[in-house]
């Protein structure tokens, strides 16, 4: 079987493209995904088979085209098929689609009406809502998207579909998306009723895909994940339903061990978490400032004087597990210290070199601390350095030459 080319049947395990007379399945369309489902049937001389239908997409305008991969006996042209669209998915990514409707009107209502659609994804597993806006969406703002869209759900109200004239439809209130092309007539969703105003409806859109048939059927709202994905373009991620349930209860089953495991209940967990990051930052802070204090001590018993190379003071040490920031306030203090002259310092960590070169003032018309820094890294197998002719730093990927990356600058000095 060769791809695009047109079959008479096909057999357990082809994946082939089918089109019916007629089909319920829903195409992929305006965001919302195909349906899935299967496809049966048996013949008068008792053969049967099966299919399962793996995406549904739209070609030459309207023609519904089902992508399926046959699992049992034959599929021929004109075999009587009855088609089963699996209905759990189909319900839950119903509830996707209407609970982005709701997410849209109320992005408009806490972030401004400036608010656009600038796409959208609904499927049976969440609903992803592409929008503009210039910043992030802060904590307390999400906390009001939610509460808003929780609060049209737990109305229950019937959603109400007209098919209308577009400009009529635009003229009411329905929202159409820029750039979208709309026939001669639309269909207007409604869903929910106002919030603030009587009698009005909450969400007004032209949409032709499926929905719930009443708010309540979304069960719940959970935004997930806020980001930024283009310049003035950020997508909320959202789950609905047992889906939402089952995100909320394993939140509060990780709350609940953290709770267990420091002897507390679950509402001072964050409390405690907090004073466990202040005394980690503190500890961090204390361990920097040994292993400087042990740095500027010679660290394994090297001695503290500084070398004369070329007429040069250098002071050239290699710190295990001081990392580049941690050189830069050691190597401040080695100036201080050598009056007159050149700090060259390596740090490894993890198996890898961080290289720091400071130059006192007054030599800086005869060394160059970027340039003794680039040969230290070069030397270690690393890129470059860059600086300022008086501090400049660099890394390179083997530690274990630490020793060559001082040699380097040694024979840089000697000229």
């Not at 929910?192 to 009005?200: P, Q």
Request: glycine content about 12%; proline content about 3%.
């Amino acid at each position: 079987m060769k791809a695009g080319q047109p079959v008479e049947a096909a057999e357990a395990g082809d994946i082939v493209e089918v089109l019916f007379d007629t089909t319920p399945f829903y195409a992929e369309s305006g965001g919302q995904a195909g349906d899935h489902g299967t496809l049966e049937w048996s013949g008068a001389d008792g053969t049967s088979g099966d299919a399962e239908v793996i995406d549904v997409k739209k070609h030459a305008g309207d023609l519904h085209v089902l992508s399926v991969q046959v699992t049992a006996g034959k599929l021929e042209i004109g075999t009587r098929v009855a088609q089963l669209v699996d209905a759990d998915k189909r319900a839950t990514t119903r509830a996707n689609h209407s609970a982005a409707h709701l997410l849209h009107t109320a992005l408009k209502n806490v972030l401004g009406a400036a608010v656009a659609q600038k796409g959208q994804l609904v499927d049976a597993e969440r609903a992803r809502f592409d929008f503009s806006h210039s910043a992030p969406v802060t904590e307390d703002e999400l906390a009001a998207i939610e509460a808003e869209v929780n609060a049209v759900i737990r109305q229950n109200v019937p959603a109400e579909t007209r098919l209308m004239a577009p400009a009529d439809a635009i003229e009411a209130g329905a929202i159409a998306l820029f750039g979208e092309k709309y026939g001669d007539e639309v269909r207007v969703l409604t869903l929910g009723r106002s919030l603030t105003s009587d009698n009005a409806p909450y969400s007004v859109e032209l949409c032709g895909g499926t929905h719930v048939a009443r708010t309540g059927d979304i069960g719940l709202f959970k935004v997930v994940q806020e980001t930024g994905v283009a310049a003035g373009v950020r997508r909320i991620e959202a789950l609905t339903g047992e889906a939402a349930r089952l995100y909320l209860e394993g939140q509060a089953k990780v709350a609940r061990g953290l709770a267990r495991d420091f002897k507390i209940q679950p509402a001072d967990v964050p409390g405690r978490v907090e004073g466990l990051q202040t005394s980690v930052k503190a500890l961090e802070k204390q361990v920097a400032e040994l292993k400087k204090q042990l740095a500027l001590g010679g660290g394994s018993g090297a001695e503290a004087a500084p070398e004369e190379i070329g007429g040069i003071k250098l002071i050239a040490r290699v710190l295990d597990g001081v990392d580049g920031k941690g050189l830069r306030g050691v190597a401040e203090d080695f100036r201080k210290q050598v009056g007159s002259g050149v700090v060259a310092l390596i740090g490894v960590t993890d198996g890898k070199a961080a290289v720091t070169v400071a130059v006192t003032s007054d030599v800086t018309d005869r060394v160059n601390a970027a340039d003794l820094a680039r040969a230290a890294v070069l030397a270690m197998g690393g890129q470059g350095a860059g600086g300022k002719p008086d501090f400049a730093q660099g890394g390179a990927p083997d530690g274990s030459k630490a020793e060559d990356g001082l040699a380097a600058v040694r024979a840089a000095l000697q000229g």
